[in-house]
């Protein structure tokens, strides 16, 4: 009859709309774990140390002398990570900055004249669990961060008067972090997001940093 089509229409019906909101239940289930891998650029002030460097150098050599430096540095991170499930990430990146200039120009207690120069630069790797809201509360995007690091960071120097003299030297240690940013999406699989991380004692240093950093990510 009719009826009877129009009845089994509707369930036909039903059971589609069913399976399509089931199929979707699925699909976002499944975005809550799974890997990713992505990319930070980000910047740090430095820790100014030209007078102390100033203070050294006419320690040795008497005379003056005036030190400059780099007042912060870029920093560039590499990353790949874990969501176990909607609430807890574990992350492993490889950061390497770019180098922090010092330059000095001065006169000797026995006047002569010199220049000196030090790059610095710091690398290694971190690692962090990362903490989220559930997805239900609508702040499913903003996470902490705790961890730790082991960096190491390298120092090429010179010095010249009536001749050069280049030297380099390098430290590294460990320490913690912590951090807290905010990821959201731009394409099915893709997404944004800011960060800030607080690195203490960094590479075995009495000295931290704090870096702001924008970056990307995949979601495989």
Do not use: C, W
């Not at 820790?47 to 560039?76: F, M, P, R, Y």
């Not at 996470?143 to 390298?154: N, P, R």
């Amino acid at each position: 009859s009719k009826k009877g089509s129009q009845m089994k229409n509707i369930l036909l019906a039903s059971a589609i709309l069913t399976a399509l909101v089931s199929s979707n239940a699925l699909a976002e289930d499944a975005k809550t774990s799974g890997a990713y891998a992505g990319a930070d650029l980000g910047y740090s002030r430095v820790k100014n140390d030209a007078q102390e460097v100033a203070n050294g150098l006419v320690s040795e050599l008497g005379g003056s002398v005036i030190v400059t430096q780099d007042s912060g540095v870029a920093v560039g991170r590499l990353f790949a990570g874990y969501n176990i499930n909607e609430n807890i990430a574990v992350e492993l990146g490889y950061l390497h900055t770019a180098d922090i200039n010092l330059n000095a120009a001065g006169v000797a207690g026995n006047s002569v004249a010199y220049t000196g120069a030090a790059d610095t630069s710091i690398k290694g790797v971190d690692y962090a669990v990362l903490i989220r809201p559930s997805a239900s509360t609508g702040l499913n995007g903003v996470f902490a961060k705790v961890g730790g690091h082991s960096l190491k960071a390298s120092t090429d120097m010179s010095l010249t008067g009536t001749s050069t003299v280049s030297f380099n030297d390098s430290v590294k240690g460990s320490g913690f972090l912590l951090g807290l940013g905010y990821q959201a999406p731009i394409s099915s699989n893709i997404d944004a997001r800011a960060t800030y991380t607080y690195y203490d004692n960094v590479a075995g240093e009495d000295g931290h940093a704090n870096v702001f950093s924008l970056g990307i990510l995949a979601k495989f």
